[in-house]
């Protein structure tokens, strides 16, 4: 009988030896003797039935191969001449059936013994490893199970370092890593990245590329979320599995052959997610305990061991204070080993940042610089008593720096990160920066480095976000958006799951830190999206059951806002940073200390010379920002004058997404270039540039007052490149038409995008006569004086708004005598008449003032009579006349609504034919 595995055929009673000999071998590399394994150990590891390695076994004692120890259970072992002569053999570099032997602890497991727990918890599962890999001749295929964090990427990577300490592959061999989820709704595009392409394939395959499958030839390659895999991609594996053969995606007739190991790792139940056919030939199962599941001790090693990674990173000692150690040893750590490390890194980023503002000599951990979830394992501390204190026996407890110079990948991340505060505050000092601005700036970037890590993950991979929000906050994210999905009929993306889950794991932590939650935007969300709104309690709901926490209405208002996303939005590209000042070279300078500081060739500056033709500096503007977008928009920054309207005009122009940003400082365009480098929206920008200048916060508390005191008529200013320019707006046109006058106000609004534009327009004329917008959108609304942005500057256009705004005086001033002389509700009828005159001038129709003036009272009799129902004496040849003025009859119907929606009455052919011989002298 004969045992297949890697498509090479040995007899199963070989293999069946070769295992004990390795077991054994390990007993006595880890206690210095060998008790002897029992036929069951042998058969859990290779995956046969006990019977038949039970048969085995005594074949090979009757052949005296082995020695039989008598007991319950039976025990077997080989005898110590066959180990050392197994030992010397791999010593001298020798092979035996394909299979590698190392003799010494300074070889043999070492890498092993370097995991913390590999002697308790992970005991078994190191066993396993080691088998795994000596298994002759190329060692046994693995599926690695455990919960998110639980270390299976690093446990993977352990065995492939095992793999060349024993000399089973060699030292220059591939670890090849690949996470089916990055491709998983793209089964074509993951097949591509498996098994390679063959030019002409698919649409862009332009050219023959490898896999990487032939990449981990001769090494290990390493799948994780492998339950992500579809079915054709777990048969494909199977196959490479049996026969060593592949096939490029493209080139059915052609077949490559590789030889590698297959390390497999899931979260899910693989009875439920993978094909049995695909399970049966991954041989040996390795399940990773949960960081709950381990002891005290491991966990106190754990902690100490980032620690000490932290300290040689800031090349500083770190004390930590015996409540904060106590928090980090019994909190509900719910995403295990990854999350431990990531809140560690966190406490340590916050001390560190206060140790530098406050001067402090050293470093300390206190209980203040932890989340309020990391805090509440102090409660768990009197059930845990007794294990504790024998590791924490003094009030501050140090850990020095690592007598390792060997750092991770993401230690060395967090390094730079470190390196990067303090050389940024020297260069921000030197530049003369107040310490209120480099203390916001720099306590933002520990936030940055977070979001880095996670912009930097695939948007498809929950496990990746499981690491730094709480699993429970995703999935109760996860289930909120599906209920919204199917309540609202929209699909929300993936971007929008890791969007609203870290924005929540935030304004939880907020919350219990007792810091408070404004939303500016609170009652346009309830008012404009009443049904996202009332289905944004689901979350509040589930929040309230998790955390025993109340989300305030403002948080509220915040998820609608997630669940109103434009999905279309386009993610290509960052946005593109523009810097424009007055002067010969003011721009390009502060440009170039943003880029030097960040190491990145990314801000533009443009020089505006001071006798330079603004209209010469807005076409060579328009260029540039043609050149520079790439997909996102463009965030203009400038100091003063003609610059602050030229992103409306160049919005105007070319429809490029524009934000723009006056009173430019150094640290704005530092800020500004740093969030665009990190994928940033447009929005973000903008935003983390406002809240550094306190120039904009002074104008929006000074002049922003949206609230009951305005008066009744009102003209709009709004812009697509932030509220500041929707400001300037208002103060230019205060200036150039006298607008106090007139008894109107100027509201600045800001345009997030045109259908909430058209929203904010509507409700705001339920509560004004909005009579006017200034902005680069035409809001399409016929009852609406509309003045593009660039027209602010035009005298001709401006006269055009001074004369309408002299007629609406007019009108104003008729409301007495109409409530005097027609019984109708004057109010309303003025307010209603105002809207018709505008839809006569957007059309072009200009009436003398006395003409109005006969309007104005003939609509009024006008209504009083239909709502009085009183006869109206007919018109002969009105069919005529309509006929013959057939677009000046139109012209007046329409405007006309304004007043028959008002009233809610009808007027007749006549009623329309008398309006226009008034209007047109007919």
């Known amino acids: 009988m004969f045992y297949e595995i890697g498509g090479d055929l040995m007899k199963r009673i070989e293999n069946v030896f070769e295992a004990l000999k390795q077991l054994c071998l390990e007993q006595y590399k880890e206690n210095r003797t060998i008790v002897g394994v029992s036929a069951n150990t042998i058969s859990s590891l290779l995956g046969i039935q006990r019977t038949n390695t039970s048969s085995d076994l005594n074949k090979l004692f009757k052949e005296k191969r082995i020695e039989k120890v008598e007991g319950k259970p039976v025990l077997y072992k080989v005898d110590s001449i066959q180990l050392r002569e197994t030992s010397l053999k791999h010593k001298e570099g020798l092979e035996e059936n394909g299979v590698s032997i190392v003799e010494g602890s300074d070889n043999t497991g070492d890498v092993f013994e370097g995991i913390i727990g590999a002697k308790l918890s992970l005991k078994n599962s190191v066993q396993q490893a080691r088998a795994a890999i000596i298994y002759p001749p190329n060692g046994l295929h693995t599926l690695l199970l455990g919960e998110t964090g639980t270390g299976k990427s690093m446990f993977a990577e352990t065995m492939y370092k095992y793999a060349k300490e024993i000399g089973k592959i060699k030292s220059n061999s591939p670890f090849v890593a690949f996470n089916c989820a990055d491709y998983a709704n793209n089964p074509q595009l993951l097949m591509a990245q498996l098994f390679g392409v063959k030019k002409g394939a698919y649409t862009g395959a332009e050219r023959d590329r490898v896999g990487l499958v032939e990449k981990a030839n001769e090494g290990i390659l390493f799948l994780d979320e492998i339950h992500r895999l579809p079915p054709e991609g777990q048969e494909m594996l199977f196959y490479l599995i049996d026969k060593g053969i592949y096939r490029r995606l493209g080139d059915p007739n052609t077949q490559y052959h590789a030889k590698l190991l297959i390390i497999c790792a899931t979260t899910e139940n693989i009875e439920s997610t993978l094909l049995k056919t695909f399970t049966r030939r991954i041989p040996m199962i390795i399940k990773l305990p949960s960081l709950k599941d381990r002891t005290i001790d491991e966990r106190y090693q754990l902690v100490k061991s980032f620690f000490k990674i932290e300290a040689t990173s800031i090349k500083s000692d770190i004390h930590v204070t015996s409540n904060a150690l106590k928090a980090l040893l019994l909190y509900d750590c719910s995403n295990n080993i990854g999350q431990l490390k990531s809140d560690v890194k966190l406490c340590c980023a916050k001390a560190f940042l206060e140790n530098m503002m ?448 002299n007629i609406i005086q007019t009108i104003n001033n008729m409301e007495d005598v109409i409530d005097e002389s027609v019984d109708i509700d004057a109010p309303k009828y003025i307010k209603a008449f105002k809207r018709f005159y505008i839809c006569l001038l957007n059309s072009n129709v200009t009436v003398s003032e006395d003409i109005l003036l006969g309007l104005i009272l003939h609509l009024a009799c006008v209504v009083e009579r239909i709502q009085k129902g009183m006869e109206l004496i007919h018109i002969n040849a009105k069919t005529r006349l309509v006929e013959e003025h057939l677009n000046e009859y139109t012209i007046v119907k329409n405007a006309a609504k304004s007043i028959e929606n008002d009233f809610n009455i009808n007027l007749v052919k006549e009623d329309y034919i008398n309006i226009m011989k008034i209007v047109y002298f007919l």
């Not at 990314?602 to 920002?625: C, F, H, S, T, W």
Request: hydrophobic fraction near 40%.
């Open 358 to 805: 406050r001067r402090n000599k050293q470093i300390c951990v206190h209980s203040e610089d932890m989340p309020d979830y990391v805090l509440r394992g102090v409660f768990k501390y009197k059930e845990y008593k007794e294990e504790v204190d024998s590791f924490i026996n003094k009030d501050l407890i140090k850990f020095s720096i690592s007598g390792s110079n060997g750092l991770e990948t993401e230690d060395r991340k967090i390094f730079n990160f470190y390196e990067a505060l303090e050389e940024k505050r020297r260069l921000l000092e030197d530049k003369g920066v107040s310490e209120k601005d480099i203390k916001l700036i720099m306590s933002l970037d520990i936030d940055t480095y977070l979001k880095k890590y996670i912009l930097n993950i695939d948007d498809e991979n929950l496990e990746e976000l499981y690491k730094v929000v709480d699993k429970r906050i995703v999935n109760a994210v996860e289930e909120f958006l599906k209920y919204a999905g199917e309540n609202l009929k929209r699909r929300y993306s993936s971007k929008i799951l890791h969007a609203l889950s870290m924005h929540l794991a935030s304004a939880i932590e907020r919350i219990s830190s007792g810091k408070e939650i404004q939303n500016h935007q609170l009652e346009d969300m309830k008012n404009q999206y009443k049904k996202e709104f009332n289905i944004s309690f689901e979350l509040k709901a589930k929040v309230k059951k998790l955390f025993n926490m109340d989300l305030p209405e403002s948080e509220i208002g915040f998820i609608t806002m997630f669940l109103t996303m434009d999905e279309e939005e386009s993610h290509e590209g960052k946005v593109a940073i523009l810097v424009a000042m007055h002067g010969e070279s003011a721009a390009t300078s502060i440009a170039d200390v943003a880029n030097r500081l960040l190491e990145e060739n990314y801000a533009i500056g443009y020089n505006m010379p001071l006798d330079q033709k603004p209209e010469i500096a807005l076409e060579r503007m328009i260029e540039i920002v043609k050149k520079i977008n790439s997909g996102k928009g463009v965030v203009l920054m400038v100091d003063m004058g003609s610059l602050v309207f030229f992103g409306d005009m160049i919005y105007e122009r070319t429809k490029i997404p524009v934000k723009t940003i006056e009173m430019v400082s150094t640290p704005m365009v530092l800020e500004g270039t740093r969030k665009a480098l990190l994928n940033s929206s447009l929005e973000d920008v903008y935003d983390s540039c406002t809240k550094l200048s306190p120039y904009i916060g002074r104008i929006y508390k000074e002049e922003y007052r949206f609230n009951e005191g305005f008066k009744n008529d009102v003209i709009l200013t709004a812009c697509v490149t932030g509220q500041g320019t929707a400001l300037k707006l208002k103060s230019i046109l205060e200036e150039k038409i006298e607008i106090s006058k007139f008894g109107i106000d100027i509201i600045p609004i800001e345009i997030s995008d045109r259908v909430k534009f058209k929203d904010n327009i509507s409700n705001l004329k339920k509560q004004k006569n909005v009579l006017a917008v200034v902005s680069a959108i035409n809001p399409q609304d016929e009852e609406l004086l509309y003045v593009s942005t660039s027209e602010v500057f035009n005298k001709e256009k401006l006269i055009k708004l001074k004369e309408m705004l």
